[in-house]
C-alpha cells in the first residue's frame, strides 16, 4: 500500500518535492516494519496507533475550540493534546526547560532533548493566537507555566521570527524545533531553516481522514528513534541524503535532455533555412552562437510551461479550463506525443506541434484577452465557460524578439515530438528492458529547476566546417554535458581506440558503439540518397552512424 501523504506540508520543500511524493515510502518502510515487529513481540502499541486514540480526544477539543471557548480554556488543552503527541512519538515524560534569549527575554521550552554531552538536540514549544485565523507560523509561544497559574502569556514575536533567534540566537541551540499549536504540528530542522524549509502536519485533516498510511508517515517524521536516537545515524538525516541523491538524478536527466533538445532545435532551424527558407548557407551563414542562445531559450520556455502547468495552484497557467488544456496547453502535446511516439512518420512533415507551441508561448506574452478592457471584464465574472484568462508576463524569454530565427521558423512535428518525448521522459539507462518514465514536473522543485537552469547557461554552439569526431582523454568517462573536443577524420588517426567517444545502442541488431558527429549544413542529404560508405575504423560495427546521418545531417554540437 502506498503512503498517503495528504495533510503533510512539505513546505519549501524540506525534502524536494519529486523525492518526498514518490520515494518517501521506501525509505520509511524499514522503519514502519521495525515498529510493527516489535509491537507485535512486545505487545506494545505502534506510533501509529497512539496517535488514532490521540485523535479520539483531539475532536472534541477542537470541536469547542470552533465553537469559540474560551481562550485559557484552548491553551489548557494544548498543553494536555501537546504532551499526549509527545508521548505517542516516543518522547516519554515531558521535560520542560527556560532558554534566555540573547539575554533580552525567556522562552518556555515544553520539551527537551538533550544530547549525551547534555547539549540540547530538540526543543518541543507550544503555539498559540487570540487570532483564529491566523496560519502557525505567525502565532507567538505560549508560555505554559503562566496557563498553570491561570494567566494566558503569549511572546510579542511570532513563531517564524522567534524560530530564527531559537535557531540562531542561542548560545547552545537545538537541531530541531516542534511547534505544537491546537491544529498544527511543525517540524524545523536548523540545517534547513535558513532557506525557511520546514514540515507541517495539518491535524484536522490527518485526524479526520484516519488514514493509516498518514499516520504512519507522521511517526516516522516526528518520531523520537527518526530525530534523537540513541545511537546511529538519525533517520531524517538518511532520508534527505536520499532526497538529495534522487533530486540530483531528476536534474541530472532533465540537463541531458535539455541539451539534446538544443541540439535537435539548431538543427532543425538550420534545415528550414536551407529547404524551405531557400537560404544559401555559405553566402549567409548562420551565427552558432546566436542560434545556440536562441534555442536555449526556447527551451526555458517550455521548461517554465511544463512546471507551471503542472503546478495550478500557482495560479497562472489556466489549465483546469477544458478549452485551453485540450486546445493549448503543452500537457496536451505531451498526451499527443505519447500516443503516437512509435508511429511519427505520419505526422512527420506537418508543423501543428510547432505552431500550436508558438500560439501558446505568445499567449504567455501578450496575455488572453489581450484587450485590457476585456482582460478585466472577463477576470472579474464570476461563472466562465469555454474561455480562459491568461495575465501577460513581459519577460525577455518569451519576448519574440529574442528569438528571430525560431519565429521564422517552421519546425516539423517529428522533430517536436522528438523534443516533447526528451522533456518528457527520464533518461534511458541503457540497459536492456529498461523503461523511461514520465517526468512529473508538479513534483519538481524550484531548486532543481534552478540547477537545470543554471547548468547550461555556459553552453555554447558551433557548426562544424568539415565531419569532426569527439575525442577524450584515455581513462576518463565520457559526459555529454561536459566540454567536448573534436578532431578532423584526418586527425582522428592519431587516437586509440580508449581516447575516441562511441555512443550505446540499446537495439540488439545495431552496434554498441558509433561516433558522435558534426556536419556542414549545406550536407543534407534525403533518406532515400544510398548511404556513404563505412569508415575503416567503423567497419566492425553497423550503420547506425549513417542511418542518422541521412535523417539529421547537420549537427548543432555543444
Same mark, same amino acid.
Given at each position: 500500500m502506498s503512503i498517503d501523504l495528504t495533510g503533510i506540508g512539505n513546505r519549501n520543500e524540506y525534502y524536494t518535492n519529486h523525492y518526498f511524493s514518490t520515494m518517501f515510502e521506501d525509505g520509511a518502510s524499514e522503519r514502519i516494519k521495525q515498529w510493527t515487529e516489535e509491537s507485535k513481540n512486545q505487545e506494545t502499541k505502534t506510533p501509529w496507533a497512539m496517535l488514532r486514540e490521540n485523535a479520539k480526544q483531539y475532536y472534541?477539543?477542537?470541536?469547542?475550540?470552533?465553537?469559540?471557548?474560551?481562550?485559557?480554556?484552548?491553551?489548557?488543552?494544548?498543553?494536555?493534546?501537546?504532551?499526549?503527541?509527545?508521548?505517542?512519538?516516543?518522547?516519554?515524560? !515531558?521535560?520542560?526547560?527556560?532558554?534566555?534569549?540573547?539575554?533580552? %527575554?525567556?522562552?518556555? !521550552? %515544553? /520539551?527537551?532533548? !538533550?544530547?549525551?554531552?547534555?547539549a540540547p538536540m530538540l526543543w518541543a514549544v507550544l503555539a498559540y493566537s487570540r487570532d483564529k485565523d491566523r496560519g502557525i507560523m505567525e502565532t507567538n509561544i505560549l508560555d505554559f507555566n503562566a496557563v498553570n497559574n491561570d494567566v494566558l502569556t503569549l511572546t510579542d514575536d511570532n513563531i517564524e521570527a522567534l524560530a530564527t533567534k531559537l535557531l540562531f540566537h542561542t548560545a547552545e541551540p537545538p537541531r530541531f524545533l516542534i511547534v505544537i499549536g491546537i491544529d498544527t504540528i511543525v517540524l524545523i530542522d536548523r540545517n534547513k531553516w535558513n532557506e525557511k524549509r520546514y514540515l507541517e502536519f495539518d491535524l484536522q485533516e490527518i485526524f479526520s481522514r484516519h488514514e493509516t498510511t498518514t499516520l504512519q508517515a507522521m511517526s516516522v517524521l516526528l518520531h523520537k528513534d527518526s530525530l534523537c536516537p540513541a545511537d546511529g545515524n538519525a533517520l531524517i538525516d538518511t532520508l534527505d541524503e536520499q532526497s538529495r541523491k534522487h533530486a540530483s538524478g531528476v536534474s541530472q536527466d532533465l540537463k541531458y535532455a535539455l541539451r539534446e533538445s538544443i541540439e535537435i532545435l539548431g538543427n532543425e532551424v538550420i534545415y528550414d533555412l536551407k529547404t524551405r527558407q531557400g537560404k544559401n548557407l555559405i553566402e549567409e551563414p548562420v551565427d552558432a552562437a546566436r542560434l545556440t542562445l536562441e534555442c536555449l531559450r526556447y527551451m526555458y520556455r517550455m521548461l517554465f510551461v511544463l512546471f507551471i502547468e503542472a503546478r495550478p495552484e500557482l495560479g497562472y497557467a489556466p489549465i483546469n479550463e477544458q478549452v485551453y488544456a485540450s486546445g493549448y496547453s503543452l500537457e496536451s502535446l505531451r498526451d499527443i506525443a505519447e500516443s503516437i511516439r512509435n508511429d511519427t512518420e505520419e505526422v512527420g512533415e506537418g508543423f501543428y506541434l510547432y505552431e500550436t507551441l508558438s500560439k501558446l508561448y505568445e499567449l504567455i506574452y501578450t496575455g488572453y484577452p489581450q484587450k485590457e478592457a476585456v482582460y478585466n471584464r472577463v477576470k472579474n465574472l464570476e461563472s466562465v465557460h469555454n474561455i480562459f484568462v491568461?495575465?501577460?508576463?513581459?519577460? /525577455?524569454? %518569451?519576448?519574440?524578439?529574442?528569438t528571430p530565427m525560431l519565429v521564422n521558423a517552421k519546425i516539423r512535428n517529428s522533430v517536436m515530438l522528438r523534443i516533447i518525448d526528451l522533456m518528457s521522459l527520464t533518461k534511458s539507462t541503457g540497459k536492456k528492458g529498461s523503461r523511461r518514465g514520465r517526468i512529473s514536473y508538479a513534483n519538481l522543485g524550484i531548486n532543481q529547476m534552478g540547477a537545470v537552469y543554471e547548468a547550461l547557461l555556459s553552453y555554447r554552439g558551433f557548426i562544424a566546417e568539415q565531419d569532426l569526431y569527439e575525442v577524450k582523454k584515455a581513462g576518463d568517462s565520457f559526459n555529454e554535458l561536459d566540454v567536448g573536443y573534436f578532431v578532423t577524420a584526418e586527425e582522428l588517426d592519431q587516437y586509440t581506440e580508449e581516447e575516441r567517444v562511441y555512443i550505446e545502442t540499446e537495439d540488439n541488431h545495431c552496434c554498441k558503439r558509433a561516433n558522435r558527429i558534426c556536419l556542414l549544413p549545406q550536407h543534407f542529404c534525403c533518406s532515400d540518397l544510398p548511404l556513404p560508405a563505412c569508415p575503416s575504423f567503423l567497419s566492425p560495427y553497423t550503420d547506425v552512424l549513417h542511418r542518422s546521418r541521412c535523417h539529421n545531417k547537420c549537427r548543432l554540437c555543444l
Open positions: 472534541p477539543i477542537h470541536d469547542r475550540y470552533d465553537r469559540g471557548q474560551p481562550h485559557l480554556t484552548t491553551a489548557n488543552n494544548i498543553i494536555s493534546m501537546a504532551a499526549q503527541y509527545l508521548e505517542s512519538m516516543g518522547y516519554g515524560t !515531558v521535560n520542560s526547560v527556560t532558554i534566555n534569549v540573547d539575554d533580552e %527575554f525567556e522562552i518556555s !521550552v %515544553f /520539551h527537551e532533548e !538533550v544530547k549525551s554531552n547534555k491568461i495575465p501577460p508576463l513581459k519577460a /525577455h524569454i %518569451f519576448d519574440p524578439v529574442y
